[in-house]
């Protein structure tokens, strides 16, 4: 075990040497701390096995403290040691969810048992938590659907950012996938079991917004009647995203700042500070630097919302995505309307390709979802798709003409010169690819520093 942590959190009273020797023995490095203290000193998954040494005072009160341990760290096994015995303490421990209950002087040899158990539990329980996060990365994560390999860096990111409780800004245009982020990265952390509030900083008035995330006392303005308990408040323990960041109130700005630097605020009327332990997620489609560069946002409050950034690419930039998502919303909403369509035809496929996308997968799954509602067939077919998106698709459709001339002497059966065989295939292929080097050098089946070296090679563009 001496890779492995234990959080000693006591009374204050001076712990048992036998228990310290105990303890210490199993080589496992000590954080100890008290149960009076406010913060205590570990983060989720910064140790393997919680004991809480309490006494006969406090242990009525070791539900409470097991609360404390698993807002940080949901499945943290956690063993009370009472100083005295206690039958009601004992049965409100387990049922709050202790992994073992001792009371004072402990077996030596039984507590050790139960450490390496919960330690050996923890361990495997972590394990199993990142192999489901990993699965189904070559497609998609969560509601999140990819297999381009900017998706499949954010599916890496989102694992690794949903370990800790940073701070994430989350940009992108409208309608490529920003909440669906933000959960993922709340599904897959520590917080997975607790609330998930989302806002939208644009939606909503700055009174009232003021209002939504802070809270009110009763009597703090006419009409209020009674408390209203903020978002900031409810979310505790949890993840708060809010999204449209960049259209909050200057205002309002400056009172967000003081509530992530303090991780507490007054609600409206009130004169009482409220300490919340909650994540933040924020999300924008704006130029947010650019915002900042303007005046429009405060730069202090965007370094604290910046500390990790994950950018969320256009669906036009990560096309080979495009008939991976058309096919899930196709099953998605087939299944919805009892509807048979199975595929698409080849030219229905390639016009949803060839398609920017300016309102990204929310515009494609509202496309295929009116393809699906309007239309009885087997395969969704050209005719099926709105004109303006195929006429759209054709006007940027690649075309290459010199592909299609050197491609002539292959025809008759001659014998060509090698080196125009391999320009066409590089040629075809990147017009398939609709331009993605990444995408046509994986298809053909080399490197892209090979592949942009023959693009120079042969003029391509």
């Excluded at 242990?59 to 807002?71: D, F, N, T, W």
């Excluded at 073992?100 to 394990?127: C, I, Q, S």
């Excluded at 997975?192 to 009597?219: K, Q, S, V, Y």
């Excluded at 009116?370 to 099926?384: C, F, G, M, P, Q």
């Amino acid at each position: 075990m001496e890779k492995n942590s234990l959080l000693i959190v006591h009374d204050g009273k001076e712990l048992p040497a036998s228990l310290q020797k105990e303890l210490g023995a199993m080589g496992a490095r000590l954080v100890v701390t008290q149960t009076k203290r406010e913060g205590w000193p570990f983060d989720a998954g910064s140790v393997d096995c919680g004991v809480l040494v309490l006494s006969s005072e406090d242990a009525s009160g070791s539900p409470v403290l097991i609360e404390r341990m698993r807002r940080v760290d949901d499945n943290l096994p956690v063993i009370v040691i009472a100083r005295s015995k206690s039958l009601d303490s004992a049965i409100s421990s387990m049922k709050a969810g202790a992994y073992d209950y001792f009371t004072l002087p402990v077996d030596g040899e039984k507590l050790m048992h139960a450490v390496r158990n919960a330690v050996h539990m923890y361990g495997l329980t972590k394990r199993i938590f990142l192999l489901e996060s990993q699965m189904g990365w070559r497609n998609g994560l969560d509601d999140i659907v990819g297999q381009s390999n900017a998706m499949q860096e954010i599916f890496s990111m989102i694992t690794m950012v949903a370990k800790s409780n940073a701070t994430v800004l989350i940009t992108g245009e409208s309608g490529t996938g920003k909440e669906l982020v933000a959960r993922a990265i709340h599904n897959h952390s520590a917080r997975c079991r607790r609330t998930f509030l989302d806002i939208n900083c644009g939606a909503i008035p700055r009174e009232l917004l003021e209002n939504e995330l802070f809270g009110h006392e009763r009597g703090a303005y006419t009409g209020a009647d009674k408390r209203y308990v903020g978002s900031c408040e409810r979310a505790d323990g949890g993840t708060l995203f809010l999204d449209e960041i960049s259209e909050m109130d200057p205002l309002l700005q400056v009172k967000l700042l003081r509530f992530l630097q303090e991780r507490s605020f007054v609600r409206v009327g009130g004169n009482e500070a409220i300490k919340v332990d909650v994540r933040i997620i924020a999300a924008t489609n704006r130029d947010i630097g650019r915002e900042v560069d303007e005046g429009r946002f405060r730069e202090d409050l965007y370094y604290r919302l910046n500390v990790v950034p994950v950018h969320i690419p256009s669906l036009r930039e990560r096309r080979e995505d495009i008939a991976l998502l058309a096919k899930h919303f196709l099953d998605k909403y087939s299944s919805r309307n009892e509807k048979i369509f199975l595929d698409f035809a080849p030219q229905a496929m390639d016009a949803l390709v060839a398609y920017d996308w300016p309102g990204n997968v929310r515009e494609l799954e509202n496309t295929i979802e009116r393809v699906v509602v309007l239309h009885n067939d087997s395969r969704v077919k050209i005719a099926h798709l709105p004109q303006a998106l195929v006429q759209e698709g054709r006007k940027r459709e690649p075309r290459s003409a010199t592909a299609d001339a050197s491609m002539a002497p292959l025809d008759g059966g001659r014998i060509v010169p090698l080196d125009l065989v391999e320009k066409y295939a590089i040629e075809s292929a990147l017009k398939r690819c609709l331009g993605n080097v990444a995408e046509a050098a994986r298809k053909l089946k080399i490197g892209q520093a090979t592949l942009y070296r023959k693009i120079k090679q042969y003029g391509l563009k």
